[in-house]
């Protein structure tokens, strides 16, 4: 005999599919859901339709965007010069709550990894070298390219990378800084991020 | 006890839940562990540092029914100059998926492990500034990792007729060549090869070639700094046979080669393509 009813059994198989959602979760956010009112859990589930049948790739920076081309790639107050390279679309939120940079951007989906077989074939980089080329209706007038992949040893793989093909091209190739999280104790920073702020030292 | 101290280098790090992950080290006393760091991907964890590939660090780890989990780490040598050079890097991941996948977990290997960390300080001080460069320290780890594991290849003469390698030279009495067969384990003359023509094809050396594996087996302490590199066909032909002796061991498709070969401008395939791969003995 089945240990749940059916439907159930169904809502926990699926649930248990998503990233970092064990047996035990699955199992506990279903029965969580099933105790909700039903128009909750219908809000829920239109959510979650409309989200995937709304959503799509921009054809220009490959971020996550209801409208093609998104409206970060054609606000007309953002500056065409100045294009950042991020790894994820979460990257792209991430540096818009900072409220600071105005450029657009260019999302590779992913880094190189050779141990996990993501070389730069696998990544939007041929993308990216298109939007560099002069004369593309897409960015003409890009002057620098921003390279704010992770400072994991994969990103920077891809930034050192990127930046061997971008050069050439001449525009100016920048690697965002390393150093220090805000309000922390020196004492406390590891030894190779303490290292890469020396490096990154300014004159004040 | 539950709770331990190892010296060991981190040879993957893959992201695991929402903030934590997964790491692979080789350990010189436990050889090697699969362990959790749990919230390594926030910037402020202390073991952001410690739980990046390549890393030497000492590691306190508690042990887990299938899963160690790492709770403190103290940095050795974070090899920093080898994330900061594309051929360091591509080089470090191949081995690193090498040794990954060449030992076994908990079974130690202290040579390999001293290898290992030989090659990555050699990256870390002198990164290679050429293709050969790198081509040549490829080489010289594959030769001493396959002498760790057991399977050294025997470069005195024939493996199968035993007619000896003239010492000075690469070429047997008749002239003809030798031919490196992992499945044999080493040379195997001509005459030989001719007479088993459904073996495996093995890579045809030159000269050069023999007398440079002759010369690193020869070292008394592997040293990757006395490294000198060979020519350039003869560097390709060295790739070409010990990535094959490797693939024959390993037996699995090692990740990392492609984008090692792209960067060296040499082709990823081990071995001459000449016949099917062979399964592991």
Known sequence: MPLYPPPLTRLIQELGKLPGIGPKTAQRLALYL????????????????????????????????????????????????????????RDVFALERTGEFRGRYHVLHGAISPMEGLGPESLKIKELLRRLQPGTANSPQIQEVILATNSSVEGEATAMYLARLLKPLGVRVTRIAYGLPVGGDLDYVDEVTLSRALEGRRSV | MK???????????????????????????????????????????????????FVYARYQLFRGRELDSITQVQLVRSHLAVRDQLLSFALASYVAEVV?????????????????????????????????????????????????????????????????????AGRSTDNSGWWLQPAQGGLVCSSCRSQSPSAEPGVLLGDEVILCLRRWQQEAEPDPGAVADPSQPAGRQLAAALRMYVDYYVNHTIRSLPFLAELMGTTAAAGDGGGPRASRA
């Open chain 2, 3 to 53: 709770s331990y101290w190892t010296d060991a280098v981190v040879l993957r790090s893959r992201p695991l839940g929402e903030a934590d992950r997964l790491v692979s080290l080789l350990s010189d006393s436990e050889g090697k562990i699969r362990a959790t760091a749990r919230g390594a991907r926030r910037g402020r964890s202390s073991l952001v540092a410690g739980t990046q590939p």
């Open chain 1, 34 to 89: 099933v105790g909700r009112p039903p128009a909750e859990v219908n809000a829920l589930a239109g959510a979650l339709v409309d989200a995937r049948s709304k959503l799509v790739y921009c054809s220009r920076c490959f971020n996550i965007t209801d409208v093609d081309p998104c409206r970060l790639c054609t606000d007309p107050r953002r500056d065409d010069q100045v294009l950042c390279v991020v790894e994820e679309p």
């Open chain 2, 100 to 168: 990954d996948w060449t030992t076994m977990e908990r079974q130690p290997v202290p040579g390999v492990f001293r290898l290992l960390l030989t090659l990555l300080a050699e990256l870390d001080e002198h990164p290679p500034r050429s293709p050969g460069r790198a081509l040549a320290l490829e080489s010289w780890f594959e030769l001493h990792h396959l002498g760790e594991l057991g399977y050294r290849p025997q470069l005195d003469g024939c493996v199968l007729c035993h007619r000896p390698l003239l010492p000075s």
